[in-house]
């Protein structure tokens, strides 16, 4: 039947090859089951178009494709040059953490080529996984003359009934001691499509929709050194989002904003994740379109989770002594790694930074250090600074901290989305792997699958985390509502430090914490992160049962297989996460309201096991034993949560 099917589509490509009509008909790619499909067009002036169709029901309205150039349009008056034979996509591939080591990936392809008036090419790359459809741009050829990205029209147009959870982009040199954008806003939830976003920066990747019954997660994956970072614009009229770029103002000193390069060169890809909740949260869309991990020796890279001082005590705490407590709890809770953040260089110095990780080593934790990337692009004063920014000053300081022992470094308060911005990223990453430091990016961009490239990418800020619940009670109302919703976009396909649980309170006397113990505890199980900073301190571990310490101390970072159990964006989640034959199931409840659930665990075989959940005070725990079954009951106090755990 799949032979018959091909050679129907060979005459028929054959015939439109020779006709190179406008008005063909369209062409089209299925997914290996036949669920997914997307049909390309080719407008009455020369437009290029897609649908995309899932178990026959339209999810995506005819969209815009196509890509503006400094030498030539390729957005209409096209002509179908050649349409490419259909191939088969299939890849295995582990990453070094996430929701999933080993990864196995099967797409159908198809390339589409198109000509402009002056003849100049554009090609169209389609994917089609039984999880979505993706496609980027590229430029064949061989030229030196190097081209600018003008303008991308690509289009995702939805129906006026499908709703939206989408989070604004930040506007350039905004926020603290202009440091925005840095992806850090709250995201508006349920609103119609069309809905105009609050910031003229537009809305953020990934975006989520829901479109009848069908959810929809948009993305790009598979950034290089040569292109700019994108989002949605701000107005999206009758349902239709457009392809955005970054804001002047989002580059490297004396960078490039927009995408440019000599041919032949691509485009990201543009990811449309489709299917239940379940299938996008479990997809892998976003790293299968990534570039394959870089030939680097990886023996240094380490998963793991870490204590973390300046998360609740701030700047005051990175002093020798109070480092070498949180060395002392790292160890105690058998944690890898402890992170001493900003003005180290100036409160600590060198000389006694060696005496620490010397200490560390001997308790068998490593460090992490923070540095400001920052050069002219924003008036932060925290140190180190500017050290990174020249590539000779960058390997001097990386070398140094290789000799003293240190594991890895926190690099903060970056440019933006431009494509200097972006460079700077991939450039900092490839020096830190020659020197065998893992690397933890804030105040950044989003990672889009590059924790895949370099494998030694442990984790991403880009996220209004717990830091932002400290200093507001604002973030702190919002703080249940929130977490709820981070595990069905942001932290769909990439490595998130959040910085999750608080046990005690946020020690800022003006914000109360409204979330209750259950939701904290089960935070670390899920999200997703290479290195789980933890905000609590030593003193908070304290207040809490002794299971509880040993759930904390025992909690995994890296996971074989993970699956949604339930949930609703910004509602509820409930997540089943496996680590060897381990298996970890975690509930969050986002709202204001007790939560009875009747979770199907059947795929647990009848395993004995161990529910840890919220008792009757906001801070308390209770324990019961419980048996894997498909109708276990839990319930969710109001902004709680549990854990659940079968080994």
């Not at 939830?189 to 990747?205: D, K, L, N, Q, R």
């Not at 239940?276 to 793991?304: N, R, V």
């Not at 006397?509 to 259950?518: D, L």
């Not at 496996?578 to 647990?604: H, K, V």
């Amino acid at each position: 039947m799949k032979a018959f099917l091909f050679i129907l589509s060979a005459i028929w490509l054959l015939s439109a090859c020779q006709s190179q009509s406008p008005s063909q008909q369209p062409l089209e790619l299925s997914s290996p089951d036949g669920h997914v499909r997307v049909s390309v067009s080719l407008g009455a002036e020369g437009e290029p178009s897609y649908r995309i169709f899932y178990r026959d029901q339209t999810i995506m309205e005819p969209s815009a494709l196509g890509m503006n150039l400094s030498d030539g349009e390729f957005s209409r008056q096209l002509t179908l040059e050649k349409v490419f034979a259909p191939t088969v996509v299939d890849e295995q591939y582990r990453l070094s953490h996430g929701k999933q080591r080993r990864v196995d990936y099967t797409a159908n392809e198809r390339r589409i080529r198109f000509a402009n008036p002056q003849g100049d090419l554009m090609e169209v790359v389609f994917r089609a996984t039984n999880d979505g459809i993706a496609f980027r741009y590229h430029f064949p050829g061989e030229s030196d003359q190097v081209t600018e990205v003008i303008r991308e029209t690509t289009s995702f147009r939805f129906a006026e009934s499908a709703q939206a959870w989408l989070q604004p982009m930040q506007v350039v040199k905004t926020g603290f001691e202009g440091t925005n954008p840095a992806y850090e806003e709250h995201y508006e939830m349920e609103i119609p499509v069309g809905t105009p976003s609050p910031s003229e920066a537009g809305w953020v990747f990934p975006a989520l929709f829901q479109t009848g019954e069908t959810w929809v997660l948009l993305s790009e994956v598979g950034m290089q050194s040569n292109f700019h970072a994108s989002r949605l614009k701000a107005e999206s009229p009758n349902g239709e989002y457009v392809i955005d770029g970054p804001m002047k103002g989002e580059v490297f000193t004396g960078g490039r904003l927009m995408a440019n390069d000599t041919r032949p060169f691509s485009s990201p890809w543009r990811t449309i994740t489709l299917g239940s909740l379940a299938k996008i949260t479990a997809s892998h869309m976003g790293t299968d379109l990534a570039e394959p991990a870089i030939d680097m020796d990886q023996s240094f890279i380490e998963p793991g989770m870490a204590s973390w001082s300046w998360g609740l005590l701030k700047d005051d705490s990175i002093t020798y002594d109070i480092q070498k407590q949180f060395i002392d709890y790292a160890a105690d809770m058998g944690w890898e790694y402890s992170l001493v953040d900003v003005n180290w260089d100036r409160t600590i110095g060198y000389e006694r930074m060696q005496e620490l990780v010397d200490y560390a080593a001997e308790k068998q934790v490593g460090l992490f250090l923070w540095y400001n990337s920052s050069g002219d692009w924003n008036t932060t004063t925290y140190s180190p600074k500017s050290r990174l920014v020249n590539r000779e000053d960058r390997r001097e300081e990386f070398a140094r901290l290789q000799e003293m022992g240190v594991r890895g470094v926190k690099i903060d308060f970056f440019p933006g989305d431009g494509q200097s911005s972006m460079a700077y990223y991939r450039d900092i990453l490839e020096d830190a792997a020659d020197f065998h430091l893992m690397v933890n990016h804030h105040g950044s961009t989003l990672p889009r699958g590059i924790h895949r490239t370099y494998p030694h990418m442990m984790t991403m800020e880009s996220v209004h985390g717990m830091e932002m619940v400290t200093f507001g009670q604002g973030s702190a109302d919002l703080e249940a509502s929130h977490v709820a919703m981070l595990p069905f976009a942001r932290n769909v396909f990439d490595p998130m430090d959040y910085t999750p649980t608080v046990f005690d309170t946020l020690r800022n006397p003006s914000v109360q914490r409204k979330t209750r113990n259950g939701l904290q505890l089960a935070l670390p199980v899920v999200f997703l992160s290479g290195i789980e900073h933890i905000v609590e301190t030593p003193e908070g571990m304290d207040t809490v049962p002794e299971y509880v310490r040993d759930f904390m101390s025992n909690v995994p970072v890296v996971w074989d297989e993970s699956r949604l159990v339930e949930g609703y964006p910004g509602k509820y989640a409930v997540f089943a996460r496996r680590s060897g034959s381990a298996w970890y199931i975690a509930g969050i409840n986002g709202t204001a309201s007790e939560q009875t659930l009747t979770l199907d665990l059947s795929f647990l075989n009848d395993r004995n096991g161990t529910v840890i959940t919220d008792g009757p005070e906001p801070r308390s725990f209770v324990r019961r034993d419980v048996t894997a079954s498909d109708h276990v009951e839990v319930t969710m106090q109001p902004t709680g949560g549990f854990v659940i755990t079968y080994h």
